[in-house]
């Protein structure tokens, strides 16, 4: 589960790439080697930027709806990516990892080393 933060920082960069490609293509265009349209580029890259803008819009009331509740945790796990054992989120009776670690001394085997003459 990808929190807020994540989403927000993802579409933020995918903005700034495709804006630097928009530029590129309305600018200087014979730097991108292979596009046989040119206009057709511009608008998938316009298009593109537009829909992370959508979500980094979203990202951004997810985090504000977040700080009005009181919620500090943005996953499952308090660490924003379903982590378990850390932070005590939402789900907090499912978040623990319990393990049965039984420390019983394993018997020891002596080996002999193979053609050490002993």
Same mark, same amino acid.
């Given at each position: 589960?990808?929190?807020?933060?994540?989403? @927000?920082?993802?579409?933020?960069?995918?903005?700034?790439? +495709? =804006? %630097? *490609?928009?530029?590129? &293509?309305?600018?200087?265009?014979?730097?991108?080697?292979?596009?046989?349209?040119?206009? @057709?580029?511009?608008?998938?890259?316009?298009?593109?930027? +537009? =829909? %992370? *803008?959508?979500?980094? &819009?979203?990202?951004?009331?997810?985090?504000?709806?977040?700080?009005?509740?009181?919620?500090?945790?943005?996953?499952?796990?308090?660490?924003?990516?379903?982590?378990?054992?850390?932070?005590?989120?939402?789900?907090?009776?499912?978040?623990?990892?319990?393990?049965?670690?039984?420390?019983?001394?394993?018997?020891?085997?002596?080996?002999?080393?193979?053609?050490?003459?002993?």
């Amino acid at each position: 589960m990808c929190s807020s933060h994540c989403c @927000a920082l993802y579409s933020l960069t995918g903005i700034l790439f +495709l =804006l %630097f *490609v928009y530029t590129i &293509l309305s600018t200087q265009p014979f730097f991108v080697n292979g596009i046989k349209d040119v206009h @057709a580029a511009k608008n998938n890259a316009l298009g593109a930027m +537009l =829909l %992370f *803008v959508g979500l980094f &819009l979203i990202s951004l009331a997810g985090m504000f709806r977040r700080s009005m509740t009181g919620d500090s945790n943005d996953g499952i796990g308090g660490i924003g990516i379903g982590g378990i054992g850390v932070g005590g989120g939402r789900y907090q009776g499912y978040n623990r990892i319990y393990a049965n670690l039984d420390y019983r001394p394993v018997e020891t085997l002596d080996y002999q080393l193979v053609g050490s003459g002993t």
